[in-house]
């Protein structure tokens, strides 16, 4: 359904994005991560035909994003992070406006338009003029514009962004069964929302793709261990030689300290503690760490530094 060749973008002398390549099938539901100034709105810029890469292809359903523009963006719903919405217009005006914009045919729109309103939970603001829903209803709102015509690809920018939490559980409720009927790719800050939803993760730096694969895998990746220690000096650097050993950092908040991260599915415990024995040192602490995605993600980016240096 997507497939992403060799993307990149430059803003003048900066690359936004550099090499990028990955494909997606129907019905799979995509999170897009990285931090700020990864290069994820360039690439849902580019995918919704608002940007044109510098060099590479991007193709939506077998459409080129640049020489077949309007075939692209016909199979395309898009749900930016601030949805463009017309104040003085009501939920079922605004959704017919769009509606018109998407070339659905006249006679289909009105049935349409129901749907999606029904979809999203609407019904009860139909005639309410958009200016006066609150922050979660106009996300709903733009929600269901981007829901419009039954898009093969749904592109979403932070969806859950001004929702409660019961509205958060039903847009994920609404992602997933969307999902039965289109590819979503969804960037959100709430990694909450990411996990409970993506059943896979592009993780983005500096432009370029650190990781593609299962979210369960990325999650399996977070085996970290705590270890407090007294005695000697050369005891983080006897943890690194340990087999199945990936990284030891010295936290400096606190004397002795250490975070060691191991290979996924790796129970170290025991070669830790004979490890810090051998060395002379006193084990006061061996506890594991399993911040969920967020720890597993910055560790991600962390051993990418690393990597790099």
Same mark, same amino acid.
């Given at each position: 359904m997507l497939k992403v060749d060799r993307i990149s973008r430059r803003y003048g002398s900066r690359l936004a994005l550099k090499d990028l390549s990955f494909q997606a099938g129907e019905h799979e539901i995509i999170a897009l991560m990285g931090r700020n100034g990864a290069g994820k709105s360039t690439l849902m810029n580019i995918l919704t035909g608002y940007l044109a890469p510098?060099?590479?292809?991007?193709?939506?359903?077998?459409?080129?994003? $640049?020489?077949?523009?309007?075939?692209?963006?016909?199979?395309?719903?898009?749900?930016?992070?601030?949805?463009?919405?017309y104040p003085d217009m009501t939920v079922r005006e605004y959704l017919t406006y769009c509606a018109r914009l998407?070339?659905?045919?006249?006679?289909?729109?009105k049935a349409e338009v129901s749907q999606v309103i029904e979809r999203t939970g609407l019904k009860e603001y139909t005639n309410r003029l958009s200016r006066a829903l609150s922050k979660g209803y106009r996300q709903r709102l733009g929600m269901a514009q981007a829901l419009l015509g039954s898009p093969a690809l749904l592109v979403l920018?932070?969806?859950?962004?001004?929702?409660?939490?019961? $509205?958060?559980?039903?847009?994920?409720e609404l992602i997933v069964s969307a999902a039965k009927g289109c590819t979503v790719l969804l960037s959100s800050h709430i990694l909450s929302e990411v996990t409970n939803v993506c059943t896979r993760a592009l993780v983005l730096e500096a432009g370029q793709l650190r990781y593609d694969g299962p979210m369960s895998t990325l999650l399996e990746g977070e085996n970290a261990l705590r270890v407090v220690y007294q005695?000697?000096?050369?005891?983080?650097?006897a943890l690194r030689t340990l087999p199945g050993v990936r990284r030891v950092r010295e936290l400096?908040?606190?004397?002795?300290?250490?975070?060691l991260l191991g290979e996924p599915g790796s129970d170290l415990r025991?070669?830790?503690?004979?490890?810090?024995?051998?060395?002379?040192?006193?084990?006061?602490?061996?506890?594991?760490?399993r911040g969920g995605l967020e720890?597993?993600?910055?560790r991600l980016l962390d051993d990418g530094k690393e990597a790099a240096q």
């Open positions: 510098s060099e590479g292809q991007a193709f939506i359903g077998g459409h080129d994003v $640049q020489s077949e523009p309007l075939a692209a963006r016909r199979l395309v719903g898009y749900l930016p992070e601030t949805p463009p919405l998407k070339g659905i045919a006249a006679k289909a729109i920018d932070e969806p859950g962004s001004g929702l409660d939490p019961l $509205q958060m559980v039903q847009m994920r005695g000697a000096e050369g005891i983080p650097d400096p908040e606190e004397a002795g300290a250490l975070e025991r070669a830790v503690s004979q490890c810090v024995t051998d060395n002379g040192g006193i084990l006061l602490e061996l506890s594991p760490q720890s597993a993600f910055l």
